[in-house]
Each structure stands twice: as structure tokens, then as C-alpha cells.
């Protein structure tokens, strides 16, 4: 069973920058893409970014191109989310997934991370 954790949330102020960690353990790790999601108060989940495992393609939400960067570190089973120039409306909880097996649907997800930016 595959388990995703992320860590590297908090508060920041408008402007500035975090960045996110999922890191993927259990069996052996070959998904077809990881993702980064978030789900703002009252607001549906919606997708940030992607990338794929074995070619590196990265694709983004129009919302965040620009200013967000997905990169993954295939040797620690770690894939990243650097978020830069943070807006007030970046605010939400953000979520790691994996496609594994499958390209229909991300079905492992992490626990969330809170990412809160002040104005």
C-alpha cells in the first residue's frame, strides 16, 4: 500500500514563497503522474499542478502558471510543489496524489497541508 505525506505548509505573507514536499512510501513506487490539488473553505478541490513520473511533462492550472513549479525527485520518491509570489487566494488546504495503475482518476492521496497567506 502506497502512503503520501506531505509536509512544508504554514503561513506566509503575500508575496512570499513555500514549498510543498509529498513524499511516497510503501511498495514500489511507479505511478504515471503525481498531482497537487487544493480545496479553499467553502470551495470545491480543484487541480494545481502535475507531473509525469517517467518524461517530467508538468502541467499547471492557469491560476497558478507562472508561479508554481512542480519537480520530482524519482530517488527519494518525493515530488515538490514551489509556490512563488503567493496570493491571499492561494489559501487552502493543498493535497498530493498519485495515478497508479491507472490514468483514469488519481487514486492515492495525501493527508493535505495547510497553506495559509496573509495580506
Known amino acids: 500500500q502506497v502512503q503520501l505525506v506531505e509536509s512544508g505548509g504554514g503561513l506566509v505573507q503575500a508575496g512570499g514563497s513555500l514549498r510543498l514536499s509529498c513524499a511516497a512510501s510503501?511498495?514500489?513506487?511507479?505511478?504515471?503522474?503525481m498531482g497537487w490539488f487544493r480545496q479553499a473553505p467553502e470551495k470545491e478541490r480543484e487541480f494545481v499542478g502535475s507531473i509525469t513520473w517517467s518524461a517530467g511533462n508538468t502541467f499547471y492550472a492557469d491560476s497558478v502558471k507562472g508561479r508554481f513549479t512542480v519537480t520530482k525527485d524519482i530517488f527519494k520518491n518525493t515530488v515538490y510543489l514551489q509556490m512563488n509570489s503567493l496570493k491571499p487566494e492561494d489559501t487552502a488546504v493543498y493535497y498530493c496524489?498519485?495515478?497508479?495503475?491507472?490514468?483514469?482518476?488519481?487514486?492515492?492521496w495525501g493527508q493535505g497541508t495547510q497553506v495559509t497567506v496573509s495580506s
Open positions: 496524489a498519485a495515478r497508479i495503475g491507472t490514468i483514469r482518476s488519481y487514486n492515492y
Open positions: 510503501g511498495r514500489t513506487f511507479s505511478p504515471y503522474d
